[in-house]
C-alpha cells in the first residue's frame, strides 16, 4: 500500500484554557484522492487546517504529512516543507490586490525553491508556468496577466488563487470554502476545473466546505463532525 | 531581492500615505541639513574674516565690541585713539605692519573705513588670501577717492568714475551728508565673503578732508565752509583714528606686545588676539546655533515617529496580506522584513527628496543669502559630518521600523493562515 499523503494519529488540540476542539483518532488522505470535508463553520474546520499546515502543532498525537511528523520539524522547517508540499486556496480576497495576476500566481515560488524548480521543469520557466495554468483555467487572455489583482471578477479571482496553488506541483491543494462566493453555475464549473487541473499537476485534493451539494462530485466525502469526537451534539 | 519588490509594490498601493509619510521625513531631513550647512558655513566664514593679524589695537572697551567694530562693521568704537599712538607702535622694531582704521562715516548703509595703502598689502582674510582689485586700481594722491567692496558695487550699481557722497554717521537714512566733497570710484575689490566687500574704503586724508571744516561734531556754515578744492591744498594727516591692526615679525613677541599696549601710559589703549576674540563671540552665539540644531533634530524625530504612526497603523488593516503572504510561503521573518524595507523605503526616499529639496532650495537662494547675509552656501557633496547625521536618521528609521516589524512577526504567528473577514 502506498504511503498516505495526510495521516492523523490520535489527534488532540484545544486552544488554551478551553475544552479540546478537536479529537480525531484516525485520518487518511491518499495520494491523488479529491476528499470533500463536510465542516459548517464552528466545527474546527480551520484549526485542522491550521494543524495540517503545520502552523500549530497538536497537544496529543500525530500529523504526519508525507509521513513526515510535522512536530519533528522546528518553526521554520514547518513552514518551508508546507509551502513546498502544500497549495492553498481560501473563501475570497486570496490574492494580493497590489501585485498583478501573474506575479500573484508567482508567489509560491518566490518562498519555495522546490515549487519554482518543479515549474520550471514542467513548463520551462516559472513564467511559462503561471501563463499555461492560467490558460487551462480559462485566463488565457495576455492582457490580463498584466491587470491588477483586484481589476478581476470574484469568479476569476478564485480562478488565480487556483492556479497559485497549483504551480510547482505542490502534493497537496488545501481548498477552504473555495467556492462559496461564487454563483451555483460558476461553482461546478470552477470545481471540475480544479479537478482537472490536480490530476494533471498529480496533487491531491481536500477541499472544505459546509455545502453538501457539492459532495458527489468528489471521489470521497467525509464529515467532520464524524471524524471529531470532541464534537458537541448538533442542535435540533 | 523579491521582499524590497513587494514592499515598494505595497507602499505603492497606499501611495498617498507613504507619499506625505517620505515628504514629512524629506521635510525634516532638509531641515536638518539647512541648519547643519548655514551653521557650518556662518563658523567658517566667522573664523575666515580676519587672519594673518596678530593684534588690533583700538580704544579701551571690551574684546569683542573692539572686534565687532573693527572688523565686521557692527557697533561703534567707545572712543577714538591718538595718531601718535599708532606711529609709535607702528614703528616699532617688532611691528612688521600696522594698519590704521578709520571709521564713523557710512554710503547708504554700507561703511565707510578710511585707512592707507598698508591696508591693501597686509590685510588678510580666509586662508591668508590678500584683498585684489578686480577693477581699477587703490586710491592714490587724491583724497576724494574711493574703493568700493564687491558687494557695495554690486548691490548699488557702481562702475568706475562713477561718484558717490558719503553721509555722516552710521545709520541708513543720514541727515548729513558731505555732499560738498564727492568721491570718486577708483577700484572695485574682489569678493572675499567678508565684511571688506561691505565697505568703502577711502585714505585717511580723505577721511580728514570731509571733517576738516566741522566743529564740535556738526558742519561749517557760510564763509567757514572748505571747499573740495581747498582741501586737497591743506595738510590732511589725521590727528586720531579709530584701530589699528599690527602683525608682528615674530608670533612669540605676540603676548609681550600686547601687555605692553595694555599698560601704554600716554593713552588707555586695548589690544586683543582676533582669534581668541572670534572664538569668544562664537561662544556667545553658540547657544542659539545649538538651540536651533537641537530644535531640527526633534523636527526629525517627529518625521520618523509619522512614519511609525503610518505604518502601524496600517498594520491592522494589512492583516489579510500577511496571511495571504503566508500561505504562500512567507515565514515570519520575511513578513518582518517586509516592514523594516518598506520603513527603510520610506526613509531613504524621504533622505534623497530632502538633499534634492535641500539642494533646490540652496540653488534658490543662495544669492539671496550672500547679499543678504554675506554668507556663502556652497552647493558641494554633503560632507562627513552630513553624511554621519544622515547615517544616524536612517539607523534611527530602521529602529523605528523594527517596531512595527516585530508586531507583526508576533501578529502573523499568531494568526497564522487564518484570515479575518
Known amino acids: 500500500m502506498s504511503q498516505p499523503l495526510i495521516e492523523l494519529h490520535d489527534l488532540v488540540f484545544a486552544w488554551p484554557g478551553q475544552q479540546p476542539l478537536l479529537n480525531i483518532p484516525q485520518f487518511r488522505l491518499e495520494a491523488g484522492e479529491a476528499l470533500f470535508l463536510k465542516g459548517p463553520s464552528g466545527s474546527g474546520k480551520t484549526t485542522l487546517l491550521g494543524l495540517l499546515g503545520g502552523v500549530n502543532l497538536p497537544d496529543q498525537g500525530e500529523v504526519r504529512l508525507l509521513g513526515q511528523n510535522l512536530a519533528e520539524l522546528g518553526q521554520g522547517a514547518r513552514d518551508r516543507f508546507r509551502v513546498d508540499h502544500t497549495g492553498y486556496i481560501f473563501q475570497q480576497f486570496n490574492l494580493l490586490p497590489f501585485l498583478s495576476v501573474q506575479e500573484n500566481v508567482e508567489l509560491p515560488c518566490r518562498f519555495s525553491r522546490s515549487r519554482a524548480e518543479r515549474a520550471a521543469q514542467r513548463h520551462g520557466s516559472i513564467h511559462q508556468a503561471a501563463a499555461q495554468l492560467l490558460a487551462h483555467l480559462g485566463l488565457g487572455d495576455p492582457d490580463l496577466l498584466a491587470r491588477r489583482a483586484d481589476t478581476l471578477s470574484i469568479g476569476q479571482q478564485q480562478r488565480v488563487a487556483a492556479a497559485r496553488a497549483l504551480i ?24 471540475r476545473l480544479l479537478f ?41 | ?29 532638509c ?43 557692527i557697533g561703534n568704537a567707545t572712543n577714538n585713539i591718538r595718531w601718535d599712538s599708532f ?48 577693477q581699477g586700481r587703490q586710491f592714490a594722491n587724491d583724497p576724494f577717492e574711493v574703493v568700493l567692496g564687491a558687494e557695495v558695487a554690486e548691490a548699488l550699481h557702481y562702475k568706475l568714475g562713477d561718484t558717490l557722497v558719503l553721509a555722516h554717521g552710521i545709520a541708513t537714512i543720514s541727515l548729513v551728508k558731505h ?22 574704503h577711502i585714505s585717511l586724508a580723505g577721511m580728514e578732508a570731509i571733517h576738516v571744516d566741522w566743529q564740535n561734531g556738526v558742519p561749517a556754515r557760510g564763509a567757514a565752509r572748505i571747499s573740495a578744492d581747498q582741501a586737497r591744498t591743506m595738510d590732511l594727516r589725521p590727528t586720531a583714528i579709530t584701530a589699528f591692526m599690527l602683525g608682528l615679525n615674530s608670533k612669540i613677541a605676540t603676548f ?88 527603510l523605503a520610506l526613509s531613504v526616499s524621504g533622505i534623497v527628496a530632502g538633499l534634492g529639496l ?63 473577514l
Not at chain 2, 497603523?313 to 492583516?319: A, D, G, I, P
Open chain 2, 1 to 29: 531581492m523579491y521582499l524590497l519588490r513587494l514592499a515598494l509594490a505595497s507602499l505603492a498601493n497606499r501611495r498617498f500615505t507613504a507619499f506625505l509619510t517620505a515628504f514629512a521625513i524629506a521635510l525634516s531631513v
Open chain 2, 256 to 343: 609681550s606686545v600686547q601687555r605692553e599696549i595694555n599698560d601704554f601710559r600716554s593713552e588707555p589703549l586695548l589690544a586683543i588676539l582676533p582669534g581668541v576674540a572670534l572664538q569668544e563671540l562664537w561662544g556667545m552665539m553658540g547657544i542659539a546655533e545649538q538651540a536651533l540644531f537641537v530644535v531640527s533634530l526633534f523636527v526629525v524625530l517627529t518625521g520618523l515617529i509619522g512614519m511609525l504612526t503610518a505604518i502601524l497603523t496600517s498594520l491592522n488593516e494589512r492583516r489579510r496580506e500577511m496571511a495571504i503572504l503566508r500561505s504562500v510561503g512567507a515565514r515570519p521573518w520575511h513578513i518582518a522584513g517586509l516592514l523594516v524595507l518598506e520603513a
Open chain 2, 31 to 73: 531641515l536638518l541639513l539647512a541648519v547643519e550647512r548655514v551653521r557650518t558655513e556662518a563658523r567658517a566664514s566667522f573664523a575666515n574674516t580676519i587672519s594673518g593679524t596678530d593684534l588690533i589695537v583700538g580704544a579701551r572697551s571690551g574684546s569683542v565690541n573692539l572686534l565687532l567694530y573693527s572688523v565686521f562693521r
Open chain 2, 358 to 420: 535641500l539642494y533646490g532650495g540652496i540653488a534658490l537662494a543662495q544669492d539671496a543669502v550672500q547679499s543678504n547675509y554675506g554668507l556663502f552656501l556652497p552647493l558641494a557633496w554633503p560632507s562627513p559630518h552630513e553624511w554621519t547625521l544622515l547615517a544616524i536618521i536612517l539607523g534611527a528609521a530602521l529602529l523605528m521600523g523594527s517596531v512595527p516589524a516585530w508586531r507583526a512577526y508576533r501578529q502573523s504567528l499568531a494568526d497564522g493562515l487564518s484570515i479575518h
Open chain 2, 179 to 200: 555732499d560738498d566733497k564727492p568721491f570718486t570710484v577708483v577700484g572695485i575689490l574682489q569678493r572675499t565673503g567678508t565684511p571688506v566687500d561691505r565697505t568703502l
Open chain 1, 168 to 191: 510547482g506541483q505542490p502534493e497537496l491543494v488545501i481548498a477552504d470554502e473555495p467556492t462559496s462566493a461564487l454563483d451555483a453555475d460558476t461553482r461546478e464549473v470552477f470545481i
Open chain 1, 196 to 236: 482537472d487541473e490536480c490530476r494533471a499537476a498529480g496533487s491531491s485534493l481536500l477541499f472544505v466546505s459546509h455545502d453538501q451539494s457539492l459532495a458527489p462530485l468528489f471521489d470521497r466525502d467525509l464529515s467532520l463532525a464524524e471524524l471529531n469526537r470532541a464534537a458537541k451534539p448538533r442542535e435540533a
Open chain 2, 87 to 134: 606711529e609709535h607702535y607702528a614703528k616699532d622694531p617688532r611691528v612688521k605692519w600696522a594698519i590704521p582704521i578709520s571709521l564713523g562715516d557710512s554710503h547708504r548703509g554700507y561703511r565707510v573705513m578710511g585707512t592707507n595703502s598698508d591696508y591693501f598689502t597686509h590685510y588678510q582674510y580666509g586662508r591668508q588670501q590678500h584683498l585684489q582689485l578686480s
